[in-house]
């Protein structure tokens, strides 16, 4: 009898272990850039090849991987059925040949190179191999503090290629400043917006104003505000929160 009650209990919760899939890493050489890069892709369970999935390209991917372990949650989030199966690209922002070089300073501060890589290198190199969508809607770029800059960026000089613009804790007050008077001076861009700020040595009224500047302007805004700082225990918690924005289940 007990048997019975632990195989029906194995059949009840099967789905909550689903298991996507995350690959090596995948080297690709930028015209653009002028050297390599490298990314990791995770494909949710039962990817079948007449799939459009929705994608999401993270920036500083490797931290997210192992300081955010975001693979375990879009595994728990698909089975759980709170949101819907995605492709998930994590951009390495290391040099491949010596990971102790880190280049996410010249490739995250609107740098149009860095920008002309996503659009016309990777974004088609990923279409190419995994059954992705081919829509603007479907597609958001994902990073934190400089990266989270980054994202900001992209919503000014890649609107036509990504639709969601999710920043957690987004760079420093000046150049918060700065992307806040750049998108004052737009017209209201086809966008959707995530942004988080932490409330303990973070840059939280540069944030705020930002976060104000963009409700002002009537965009599709989710802010959140965390008592913590500038650091994994703001951002990791928060990710869910940026799934179900961009990505609930249908």
Request: proline share 5%.
């Amino acid at each position: 009898m007990r048997l019975v009650k632990i195989l029906l209990l194995l059949a009840w919760c099967g789905p909550l272990w689903a298991n996507g899939k995350l690959s090596g890493d995948i080297r690709l050489f930028s015209e653009a850039l002028g050297y390599d890069l490298q990314y990791r892709v995770y494909e949710p369970e039962g990817m079948h090849r007449n799939s459009e999935l929705p994608a999401l390209y993270i920036t500083d991917g490797q931290w997210y991987i192992s300081r955010g372990k975001l693979p375990a949650l879009l595994n728990r989030e698909i089975a759980a059925g709170n949101i819907e199966p995605l492709l998930v690209v994590f951009v390495d922002s290391r040099n491949p040949d010596n990971l102790q070089q880190n280049r996410r300073n010249q490739q995250f501060f609107c740098n149009p190179r860095y920008v002309d890589f996503f659009t016309e290198e990777l974004l088609p190199a990923v279409d190419k191999e995994y059954p992705t969508s081919a829509v603007r809607e479907d597609r958001v770029i994902l990073g934190l503090s400089f990266g989270g800059r980054n994202s900001a960026c992209f919503g000014l000089m890649a609107h036509d290629s990504f639709a969601g613009i999710a920043m957690q804790s987004p760079a420093n007050t000046e150049m918060v400043d700065e992307l806040r008077f750049q998108y004052m001076a737009q017209e209201k861009l086809p966008l959707k917006f995530f942004m988080s700020v932490g409330t303990v040595n973070d840059n939280t009224q540069a944030g705020r104003q930002f976060m104000e500047t963009l409700k002002f302007q009537e965009y599709d805004l989710t802010y959140r505000e965390v008592n913590q700082g500038h650091d994994w225990d703001n951002w990791g918690p928060l990710l869910d929160d940026v799934l179900y924005t961009f990505f609930p289940a249908q």
